[in-house]
């Protein structure tokens, strides 16, 4: 992990290989931003002008040997039209993230604060650490090679010494990113090397402190009856698992739960997905790996809230004993559900999940999954779908996803579409109508539910992550190729909000 140390010394006089410094776009030439010298700042802004740099957002602009520079390079990077003195924390996030990818390799890299605020510096570590990521587990290349995809290793921060709260925003900025690149780690990692014990195994290695894991294995689920677990899991030679971590640390304020998808690989059972279609399918169990993030982040945050997380662990595949369209399973809470389509398993595990979170009686249940090609549809690969069965905390949630970064968008789960849940042979289907697909999915997960003590409906929040929580295109701002490490920031953030 790259660390993260405050500097007193003035920005030119940092010993470092490169100096990072913020631009904004001002008449499409780049300002520069923060405290330099003036003799220095003159020599970046003219060495900036002859490259024609911008200052647009992801723009990142080099520029070796600036004169009175300790550091032999200085390295700019955008932050997009300026508008107003107030830059918004995503922007600062973004910006330092594309630095962080651009310094990769470097041993010690130093970064110019452009404000002398705990918000602004607080965003920018973040945006660093996030963006210092690379998954390098099963590359056989040369030394070369591997340097180059290095994360740096130490970043100062120059021109912020004295901002009062910088410690613990540099720390909890470390720890979030360490539980963001776990995630991702999880998520790029092969199929054939994180099947559904695997991965309860590396979760249970990784605890921290104040947590506790109890593995439910295929037996232990039978006895509390999670059929739809078991049914999804049956056609692998790879049992699934149900993951409990708790963390309950002594005088709690709040008890929330969160409960994640965790299909190891998805082939789309005896409903068969074209090959194209199971390329990344590694990636589903994305919702999982930001559950344990989430939880372990917390607990190492120290963070005066119980937490539940549940990892709902299977592998869907087409063998002798796989689940068939037409087969009815009765899951945990008694209820019988006839399977249509069997490529939709994630809503079957998580069913079982939802209903064991809700036995604890926590204040909020929230599951994450990469759930639907229709909210990728409606909301493109960057936004995940935010469902509840609260418009006030459907709201609680969007806003704490926009404060921590992450873009999700409210959606509704229409009665209509509800109604495309009724079976004639069972008390539901899984599956109905395309139109919809993203409501539909959610209105299932709603009926596995509880209730509170005074026998209302928990509250329940549903995150549909199945385009953002992998990005196949080009890495942009923090974001890299492959596990996004998506909705760790969320989940984080909704306990430091209620704690």
């Known amino acids: 992990m790259t660390s993260f140390t405050l500097s007193a010394h003035a920005a030119h006089e940092e010993d470092a290989e490169v100096l990072v410094v913020f631009t904004a776009s001002v008449d499409d030439r780049a300002e520069l931003l923060g405290d330099i010298a003036e003799p220095v700042r003159q020599a970046v802004s003219a060495a900036a002008q002859t490259v024609r740099a911008r200052g647009t957002a992801d723009e990142v602009v080099p520029l070796p040997g600036v004169a009175g520079l300790s550091a032999p390079s200085v390295l700019l990077t955008g932050l997009g039209e300026r508008k107003g003195d107030v830059v918004e924390a995503e922007r600062w996030r973004r910006a330092a993230g594309v630095a962080a990818r651009a310094t990769g390799g470097r041993e010690k890299v130093a970064v110019l604060l452009p404000a002398g605020d705990a918000a602004t510096m607080a965003a920018i570590t973040e945006g660093f650490a996030l963006g210092a990521y690379a998954f390098t587990a099963h590359r056989a290349t040369t030394a070369a090679k591997a340097a180059r995809s290095t994360p740096v290793a130490e970043v100062v921060l120059v021109g ?199 036995r604890r009686r926590p204040d909020v249940v929230v599951d994450v999954a990469t759930l639907t090609g229709a909210a990728i549809v409606a909301l493109g690969k960057r936004t995940a779908a935010i469902m509840s069965n609260n418009d006030a905390f459907r709201a609680e949630l969007a806003q704490v996803a926009a404060a921590g970064g992450e873009s999700m968008w409210p959606m509704p789960i229409p009665e209509e579409i509800a109604k495309g849940l009724e079976s004639p042979v069972a008390d539901r289907k899984h599956h109905g109508d395309r139109s919809g697909g993203a409501s539909l999915a959610a209105a299932f997960l709603r009926e596995y539910v509880g209730v509170d003590a005074q026998g209302n409906p928990q509250l329940w929040g549903h995150l549909d992550i199945a385009g953002p929580a992998y990005n196949d295109d080009q890495p942009h701002g923090y974001t890299p190729r492959g596990g996004t490490g998506f909705a760790v920031r969320t989940l984080v953030g909704l306990a430091e909000s209620r704690s």
């Open 160 to 358: 912020a010494a004295d901002v009062e709260g910088a410690a613990s925003a540099i720390h909890r900025a470390e720890v979030l990113a360490q539980g963001v690149h776990w995630a991702r780690d999880l998520v790029n990692t092969p199929p054939n090397m994180l099947v559904p014990m695997r991965f309860a195994e590396r979760a249970r290695q990784e605890a921290p402190a104040g947590v506790q894991v109890t593995i439910h294995d295929a037996d232990a689920l039978a006895e509390q009856h999670c059929g739809g677990i078991l049914g999804v899991g049956q056609g692998s030679e790879n049992p699934p698992a149900i993951v409990h971590l708790a963390y309950a640390p002594e005088g709690a304020k709040g008890h929330l739960s969160y409960v994640g998808k965790g299909v190891t690989f998805d082939s789309g059972g005896l409903s068969l997905k074209p090959a194209d279609g199971m390329v990344d399918m590694k990636c589903d169990m994305a919702g999982a790996a930001a559950v344990a993030a989430a939880v372990y982040t917390i607990a190492r945050l120290g963070l005066p809230i119980a937490v539940d997380g549940w990892l709902c662990l299977a592998e869907n595949m087409p063998g002798g004993r796989a689940q068939r369209p037409g087969d009815i399973v009765t899951m945990a809470d008694g209820s019988t559900c006839e399977v249509i389509n069997t490529d939709a398993e994630g809503r079957l595990i998580l069913a079982d999940g939802l209903v064991l979170a809700s």
